[in-house]
C-alpha cells in the first residue's frame, strides 16, 4: 500500500512529501533525500532491537518489558542525581514526559542542543530574533545567505524545497529570481553553487559581522580587519549594499557560526545585525537544526521552566548554567551518578572521557539500533519510531510544529509509542520512590 504526505524524521527540514510503499520486508520510498531514505529502512533493518535486555553480571539477556521497566526504575530511583538526554529523534510528547521524570528525582534534563545549536540558543536569549517561518522565505526571499553551513550535504533538500530553487508567490522563477551569498571558510558545494563566497578565515565570524554591522551604520571599518577576516571591505561594502537593495533577505546559519570563537557572542551581532537591517528592508534569521525535533525539546523546556536547556532540577526547581548543568560538563566533572538516554547515541558524540565515565555509570537506554550507548547500557529499551509507527509533534527548524501520523503500528504489543513507554516506566518510578 503506498502513503502519502508523510514527515520525515531526519533534520529540521521535517519534510512533509514523501512517499511510502511497505511491501513484505521492504519498503520504498519517494522524494526523501538519502539520510532520509536510510531513516526510513530502519523499519525492515535486520538490526532493529525488538526486545528489552539487561545487563547482568557482564552478560546481557533478554528480559521481558515489565522486568526491564522495573530495572530501569530502580536504577533511576537510586540514583542521588540522575542525568536525563532526551534526544532529538523522537516526539515532544515523549520528551515532555523526560522532564517531568527529571523534576521529579531531581535529576538534570538536556538534549542535543547541549552539544550543537546551544550557543545560537544562548545568542536569541541574549539579543531575541527576527524570525520567519520557511514559507515566508520560500515566498518572499530574493537573497539567501548560508553562513556557516553546507546545506546542500547537511541538509540536501533545504535548498530545492524552502531556500533557493522553489518558485514562491513573488519569486515566481525560482533560483532566478535569488541572489545567493554563501560564507564558509572552506569551498563547500554550496559555496560552489553561489554567487558570492565569502571565505573568510576560520574563527573570524565575530569580527566579520562586527564589520558587516559597521558599515551598515554608516561608518569605515578598521583597515585590520580585511587581514583578519581574509575578506576585501569592497567585498563586504558590496554585501551590505545587496542585502539593503533586496526586498527579502534570508539568513540562515549553521554550527559553523555557534561553534567557532566567539559561540553564542556570534549569534547575538547576527541578530542585532538583522535587526538593523530592517531599518532598509526585510531581513531575517534562523538556524539550520540539523534534526527533526532538536528544535522541539527548546520549546517545550523553555515553556515548561523558562530554560532551553541543561535544565537542573537539584534544588526542587529549575536551575540553568550552561557550562556546569549541561551534559558533557556534568560528566566531565562525574557531576551524576545515573543517566537515561533516549533517541540519542549520546557515546558517541561526546568527548572520549566523558563517554567513558557514562559507561561507568547506571544506565538506561531507549533506542531503535544498536549502538555505542546501547553498548554501554545498563538496561535497553526497545523504541518506537515516531512519524512511521506512532503520531506525534516536531518542531520543524523555523519553529513550527509539525503534527506527524503514523503509517505502520508499532511492532510491540506491549508499547504503542516512546511516549508511553516513559509513562510506564514513570509509574514504575513513582511506585519504587513512594515505597
Known amino acids: 500500500m503506498v502513503y502519502k504526505n508523510i514527515i520525515c524524521p531526519v533534520c529540521g527540514g521535517s ?7 511497505l511491501k513484505e520486508g521492504s519498503i ?3 522524494n526523501a533525500c538519502k539520510m532520509g531514505n536510510a531513516k526510513f529502512q530502519e523499519i525492515v533493518s535486520h538490526h532493529r532491537i525488538l526486545k528489552p535486555t539487561i545487563r547482568e553480571n557482564g552478560k546481557v539477556k ?5 522486568e526491564s521497566l522495573d530495572r530501569a526504575a530502580e536504577i533511576l530511583v537510586n540514583a542521588k542525581r540522575p542525568l536525563f538526554f532526551l534526544g532529538s529523534e523522537t516526539s515532544c510528547e515523549a520528551q515532555e514526559v523526560g522532564m517531568h521524570i527529571a523534576e521529579y528525582l531531581g535529576g538534570v534534563a538536556d538534549s542535543n542542543a547541549t552539544i550543537c545549536h546551544g550557543p545560537t540558543v544562548m545568542g536569541i536569549q541574549e539579543s531575541g530574533m527576527v524570525g520567519a517561518t520557511a514559507g515566508q522565505a520560500k515566498n518572499r526571499a530574493d ?3 548560508y553562513w556557516g553551513v553546507n546545506a546542500l550535504e547537511s541538509m540536501p533538500r533545504h535548498m530545492s524545497k524552502y531556500g533557493v530553487f522553489p518558485r514562491g508567490y513573488w519569486t515566481k522563477r525560482g533560483r532566478f529570481d535569488r541572489k545567493l551569498v554563501t560564507v564558509d571558510p572552506r569551498v563547500t558545494p554550496t559555496a560552489t553553487a553561489s554567487d558570492l563566497h565569502m571565505q573568510l578565515n576560520p574563527n573570524t565570524d565575530y569580527e566579520l559581522l562586527s564589520a558587516l554591522f559597521t558599515i551598515l551604520n554608516g561608518k569605515e571599518p578598521h583597515p585590520s580587519v580585511e ?3 581574509g575578506i576585501p571591505l569592497s567585498v563586504m561594502k558590496q554585501t551590505v549594499e545587496m542585502m539593503k537593495e533586496s526586498n527579502f533577505v ?5 554550527l559553523g557560526v555557534s561553534s567557532s570563537y566567539g559561540k553564542h557572542r556570534n549569534i547575538e551581532i547576527a541578530l542585532n545585525f538583522v535587526k538593523e537591517m530592517n531599518n532598509y528592508t526585510k531581513c531575517n534569521i534562523g538556524a539550520l537544526r540539523g534534526h527533526c525535533n532538536v528544535a522541539g525539546f527548546n520549546q517545550l523546556a523553555s515553556y515548561l521552566y523558562g530554560y532551553p536547556f541543561g535544565v537542573d532540577f537539584m534544588k526542587g526547581y529549575p536551575r540553568y548554567n550552561p557550562g556546569e548543568t549541561t551534559t558533557v560538563d556534568l560528566l566531565r566533572e562525574k557531576d551524576v551518578d545515573a543517566a537515561f538516554v533516549m533517541s540519542a547515541d549520546l557515546v558517541n558524540h561526546i568527548p572520549a572521557d566523558c563517554a567513558k565515565y557514562l559507561a561507568e555509570i547506571p544506565m538506561v537506554c531507549v533506542d531503535i539500533a544498536p ?7 545498563d538496561v535497553v529499551l526497545p523504541g518506537v519510531i515516531d512519524a512511521m509507527e506512532c503520531d506525534g509533534t516536531f518542531y520543524r527548524l ?6 506527524f501520523e503514523p503509517f505502520t503500528d508499532s511492532p510491540f504489543s506491549e508499547t504503542k509509542s516512546n511516549e508511553e513507554t516513559l509513562k510506564m516506566l514513570f509509574e514504575k518510578i513513582k511506585a519504587k520512590k513512594e515505597a
Open 15 to 21: 519534510c512533509d512529501d514523501i512517499q511510502v510503499e
Open 28 to 30: 520504498d520510498v519517494q
Open 62 to 66: 533478554d528480559v521481558s518489558w515489565e
Open 143 to 145: 537573497m539567501i545567505v
Open 227 to 229: 587581514d583578519i577576516t
Open 250 to 254: 534570508a539568513i540562515y546559519v549553521g
Open 371 to 377: 549502538c555505542p550507548t546501547t553498548t554501554a547500557s
Open 398 to 403: 523555523d519553529n513550527v510544529p509539525i503534527h
